[in-house]
């Protein structure tokens, strides 16, 4: 059977408290039962000497009559203020006097065992049992000698002992741990209520979250996490959660995006194709404009290629992850290698290439291949995009540890309310769609892609019919 982590944890803080209560318990009880016999003990022992103090104060006036009527008052009236038995044993151990109101005291003339009279003259402690044959019963018991004096020096004249029933002990530790046990039955009471409360709330949140979680199973990515407020570790669980939860739902919102444009694209082209080859071969297309079609055909054949290579591309960068590999290289030399590749594409627009690169290497560190890449596609971006016959500037310089190049065409102006898009997938300028067929829309996201994989940053301004893009690259130090 599954148990919960509710469940779990109320038994685990149960039997916790449980156990430190009987352990608690235990000790309480033996210490108690020790400190309630040593305060006992000491009690009886002030009785005694109050008593010895009375016997002598009679005895100054009366002489040395133990069994006197005097004396069996003084042990009544000690008797009632203390609570304990007294009585008075004669040399022999015979009881003589006893604190007893009765007339007719049912100790006196009994026998005190030999134990206990050696004992006090050996300075010892006697057994409990040594007033069973004078009470019937074991009892815990303190004695003093009672002693006279003469010409001769002084002497034992009787034995006095002040006792008190182990019942009576018995019932005084037992009411006190009654007290204890009610005490403790009340405090493990509150604390499973405060643990079941406590554990009921951290489990709300973790349900939410387990909820949230199947729903996401399900394909719905607006569960959130609720006690987001909390300042536990439950609190950074929940917003940890709901920021994980953002995530996903920004990438579903982006696949879904990616495949409608995917869709979108690859629709285009091929209708095309499949509209022209029909004609062809159904003959609505005459012969004589074969070949004109036939181009139509190849050029859209073409542009599905570069969509699946973008796409490639797309998903090996995604695939990727994590920061890019790092390695120094020249990177005005690699603007020069990438310019002379793009000589046919800048030759038929008839543009004019004004670079502005430094003669010294500017060595930068960061995937090389990845930054020929972001060039190139920077370039074949601008000269898509140029009017024909107009400059285009390429400029290189370093600044503050960084690597600015700076890419700048004469054309349209990218209207305000797209700048914000300009790097998304498939995104395409109403320019591009209507002046230009060849491009994807996926270029300017591929740069945006690997220059955060450099955390690196790419800047864009157009106004006036100019359009700029920068981006930087680290500066390699130098050793």
Same mark, same amino acid.
């Given at each position: 059977?599954?148990?919960?982590?509710?469940?779990?944890?109320?038994?685990?803080?149960?039997?916790?408290?449980?156990?430190?209560?009987?352990?608690?318990?235990?000790?309480?009880?033996?210490?108690?039962?020790?400190?309630?016999?040593?305060?006992?003990?000491?009690?009886?022992?002030?009785?005694?000497?109050?008593?010895?103090?009375?016997?002598?104060?009679?005895?100054?006036?009366?002489?040395?009559?133990?069994?006197?009527?005097?004396?069996?008052?003084?042990?009544?009236?000690?008797?009632?203020?203390?609570?304990?038995?007294?009585?008075?044993?004669?040399?022999?151990?015979?009881?003589?006097?006893?604190?007893?109101?009765?007339?007719?005291?049912?100790?006196?003339?009994?026998?005190?065992?030999?134990?206990?009279?050696?004992?006090?003259?050996?300075?010892?402690?006697?057994?409990?049992?040594?007033?069973?044959?004078?009470?019937?019963?074991?009892?815990?018991?303190?004695?003093?000698?009672?002693?006279?004096?003469?010409?001769?020096?002084?002497?034992?004249?009787?034995?006095?002992?002040?006792?008190?029933?182990?019942?009576?002990?018995?019932?005084?530790?037992?009411?006190?741990?009654?007290?204890?046990?009610?005490?403790?039955?009340?405090?493990?009471?509150?604390?499973?209520?405060?643990?079941?409360?406590?554990?009921?709330?951290?489990?709300?949140?973790?349900?939410?979250?387990?909820?949230?979680?199947?729903?996401?199973?399900?394909?719905?990515?607006?569960?959130?996490?609720?006690?987001?407020?909390?300042?536990?570790?439950?609190?950074?669980?929940?917003?940890?959660?709901?920021?994980?939860?953002?995530?996903?739902?920004?990438?579903?919102?982006?696949?879904?995006?990616?495949?409608?444009?995917?869709?979108?694209?690859?629709?285009?082209?091929?209708?095309?194709?499949?509209?022209?080859?029909?004609?062809?071969?159904? !003959?609505?297309?005459? +012969? =004589? *404009? $074969?070949?004109?079609?036939?181009?139509?055909?190849?050029?859209? %054949?073409? /542009?599905?290629?570069?969509?699946?290579?973008?796409?490639?591309?797309?998903?090996?960068?995604?695939?990727?992850?994590?920061?890019?590999?790092?390695?120094?290289?020249?990177?005005?030399?690699?603007?020069?290698?990438?310019?002379?590749?793009?000589?046919?594409?800048?030759?038929?627009?008839?543009?004019?290439?004004?670079?502005?690169?430094?003669?010294?290497?500017?060595?930068?560190?960061?995937?090389?291949?990845?930054?020929?890449?972001?060039?190139?596609?920077?370039?074949?971006?601008?000269?898509?995009?140029?009017?024909?016959?107009?400059?285009?500037?390429?400029?290189?310089?370093?600044?503050?540890?960084?690597?600015?190049?700076?890419?700048?065409?004469? !054309?349209?102006?990218? +209207? =305000? *309310? $797209?700048?914000?898009?300009?790097?998304?997938?498939?995104?395409? %300028?109403? /320019?591009?769609?209507?002046?230009?067929?060849?491009?994807?829309?996926?270029?300017?996201?591929?740069?945006?892609?690997?220059?955060?994989?450099?955390?690196?940053?790419?800047?864009?301004?157009?106004?006036?019919?100019?359009?700029?893009?920068?981006?930087?690259?680290?500066?390699?130090?130098?050793?």
């Amino acid at each position: 059977m599954r148990r919960s982590i509710y469940v779990k944890n109320f038994i685990s803080t149960a039997v916790t408290v449980l156990l430190s209560f009987t352990v608690l318990g235990g000790a309480f009880s033996v210490w108690s039962y020790q400190a309630l016999t040593s305060a006992r003990r000491e009690a009886m022992s002030g009785a005694a000497r109050e008593t010895l103090r009375y016997i002598a104060a009679q005895s100054r006036y009366y002489g040395p009559d133990l069994a006197g009527f005097e004396t069996r008052m003084s042990l009544s009236m000690i008797s009632r203020a203390s609570g304990y038995d007294i009585i008075i044993a004669d040399t022999d151990g015979i009881v003589i006097s006893c604190s007893d109101e009765q007339l007719v005291c049912p100790h006196i003339g009994k026998k005190v065992r030999d134990d206990a009279t050696q004992a006090l003259l050996a300075g010892r402690e006697f057994s409990a049992a040594a007033f069973s044959d004078v009470y019937g019963e074991r009892r815990y018991a303190v004695g003093s000698l009672i002693l006279g004096e003469d010409f001769s020096g002084t002497y034992v004249l009787g034995y006095l002992f002040v006792s008190i029933g182990f019942s009576e002990m018995s019932d005084m530790w037992r009411r006190f741990s009654s007290n204890f046990t009610l005490l403790a039955v009340i405090v493990m009471c509150v604390a499973f209520a405060v643990s079941l409360l406590t554990t009921k709330k951290q489990t709300e949140t973790i349900n939410a979250m387990a909820r949230a979680a199947r729903r996401f199973a399900r394909g719905d990515f607006t569960a959130r996490a609720s006690d987001t407020q909390r300042a536990d570790e439950l609190g950074e669980l929940a917003r940890s959660f709901n920021a994980m939860a953002d995530a996903m739902e920004r990438s579903e919102t982006r696949r879904r995006e990616l495949i409608a444009n995917v869709s979108h694209e690859l629709k285009t082209p091929m209708t095309v194709i499949a509209g022209f080859a029909d004609g062809i071969l159904d !003959g609505t297309i005459p +012969p =004589e *404009s $074969e070949a004109k079609y036939l181009g139509v055909i190849s050029a859209e %054949t073409r /542009r599905l290629s570069r969509l699946v290579r973008s796409l490639l591309d797309v998903s090996r960068l995604s695939a990727e992850g994590g920061e890019a590999a790092r390695e120094t290289f020249d990177l005005a030399e690699l603007i020069r290698v990438t310019l002379v590749g793009m000589l046919s594409k800048l030759e038929a627009k008839e543009l004019e290439v004004l670079p502005e690169l430094p003669e010294e290497p500017v060595l930068v560190v960061g995937e090389k291949d990845a930054i020929t890449q972001v060039v190139y596609n920077l370039l074949d971006n601008a000269v898509k995009f140029a009017r024909e016959k107009t400059a285009l500037k390429i400029a290189l310089w370093k600044q503050g540890g960084r690597a600015f190049v700076s890419i700048e065409d004469e !054309g349209e102006t990218i +209207p =305000e *309310s $797209e700048m914000p898009l300009i790097f998304d997938r498939f995104h395409k %300028t109403d /320019r591009s769609r209507g002046v230009d067929r060849e491009g994807v829309g996926l270029g300017l996201y591929i740069v945006k892609t690997i220059l955060d994989k450099h955390n690196e940053d790419i800047f864009v301004s157009s106004a006036g019919g100019m359009t700029r893009f920068t981006f930087t690259l680290q500066v390699a130090v130098r050793r």
